[in-house]
């Protein structure tokens, strides 16, 4: 299995650009995450999916939107990218909740800057 | 509110020492924990996991202890070795929750 891939690995906007960050599965797993990790900082909870066709706001929406029409997909969507924006994002699955092992899996990373 | 903390940002151990990382939580409804490790550049990857209804749960040089009377969790890391440097996070949840809770991580590094 590749787990959890991402692309594109680093982009550059300007102020004001959109664009959607790539994130698929191959384990099959119902639950998936987009975090956000400025640097030296934790992870923040973006935007999380339970399985396709729902989708539930984590503890930092705003200027985001996500979709999930399949269970491998779940792409993040900047409409109208801010400087607040610059930052690493991180996508990750996870199986079903309550299961021997909940953990999740994380890819390997979009490092974005908005200038 | 729920949180999850950790009580020491940087930790810096000698190579061939034990390394102990800690980390409080608020939640009592947390029932599964976990501990990641975030290298440079990388994203964050398991390391071990414990359930409430343990105590003490070892992997390869790596042990997670759970205090629930305290809210405690802690990671001991055995014989510390330049490929330990990282970010180490402490994350918690419970079985019915979609959410993982992450703590704010710590730094180890580790002396030559």
């Known amino acids: 299995n590749a787990g959890v891939t991402q692309t594109p690995k680093f982009r550059i906007l300007k102020i004001g650009q959109s664009m959607t960050l790539q994130c698929t599965q191959d384990m099959n797993h119902n639950y998936m995450y987009w975090y956000r990790q400025d640097p030296g900082m934790g992870l923040k909870l973006i935007y999380y999916s339970v399985g396709a066709g729902i989708t539930d706001k984590g503890e930092v929406p705003n200027g985001y939107n996500v979709s999930r029409s399949t269970t491998e997909d779940f792409p993040l969507r900047l409409e109208l990218a801010a400087p607040s924006q610059t930052s690493v994002y991180f996508c990750a699955s996870r199986r079903l909740a309550g299961g021997p092992e909940d953990t999740q899996y994380f890819g390997p990373g979009t490092r974005l800057t908005v200038l | 509110g729920e949180s999850v903390g950790l009580h020491l940002p940087t930790l810096s151990v000698q190579e061939g020492d034990n390394s102990i990382i800690n980390c409080a939580y608020s939640n009592s409804a947390s029932d599964y924990f976990i501990w990641y490790k975030q290298e440079s550049g990388k994203g964050p990857q398991f390391i071990i996991d414990i359930r409430s209804n343990m105590d003490k749960r070892q992997g390869q040089r790596v042990t997670v202890l759970l205090n629930k009377t305290v809210k405690h969790l802690s990671l001991q890391i055995a014989a510390t070795q330049p490929g330990d440097s990282a970010v180490y996070f402490c994350?918690?949840?419970?079985?019915?929750?979609?959410?993982?809770?992450f703590g704010s991580g710590t730094r180890l590094s580790i002396r030559p």
């Open positions: 994350a918690e949840t419970y079985s019915s929750a979609s959410k993982i809770i």
